[in-house]
């Protein structure tokens, strides 16, 4: 005797073919103590990981300050992330850079190379194809400073590596949408 195949359970839908992605959001909130607190919290709480996270204040008058965040998952968490923060006090705005047509991103990056010889001849050229500014120079090292796309700058990474990559400090993502609009 065979008995009837049971009904998958709701909870056993599983979200295999999900790919993960990175989702920039920029979020407007009040200049006030325990804000960054309560987002990070979010994230923490739901075991969320953050990449990159930026914080400034960007308007005195108005108390309001401005948070990017860098995360990754599978389109529905992605999703659900976005409408928890926009549930979180003191929260103005949100808004999903990556889906946003009119997004940009930039990070700035400082580069430490070591190097003589050959190596610090092709770390100059390297750095002049990515349009690198020399700020720092001595006999045996530079330090670049490199602004773009989150992956132009971890292009100039990976070539910087074998020439004698000794250091990296980098600020993370920030965003804004072109166009006269504000956020």
Sequence with gaps: MTLPAQPASAYDL?????VEQLATFALLV????????RVVGLFAAR????????????????HTS????VTRGARHVLEQ??????????????HDVTRDPNGVERELALVKVKG?????????????IFRAKVIDTTS???VFEITGAPGKIDSFIDLMRPLGLVELSRTG??????????M
């Design 14 to 18: 599983a979200h295999e073919t999900e």
């Design 30 to 37: 009040d200049n006030e103590a325990g804000v960054l607190h």
């Design 47 to 62: 075991g969320y990981n953050i990449e990159s996270l930026t914080v400034a204040e960007t308007d005195r008058k108005a």
């Design 66 to 69: 401005r948070i990017t965040i």
């Design 81 to 94: 992330i976005e409408a928890q923060l926009q549930k979180v006090v003191s929260v103005r705005r949100v």
């Design 116 to 128: 003589t010889g050959t190596d610090r001849v092709e770390a100059l050229r390297v750095s002049d």
């Design 140 to 142: 045996e090292s530079f």
């Design 173 to 182: 993502v920030l965003s804004i949408e072109r166009g006269p609009g504000a």
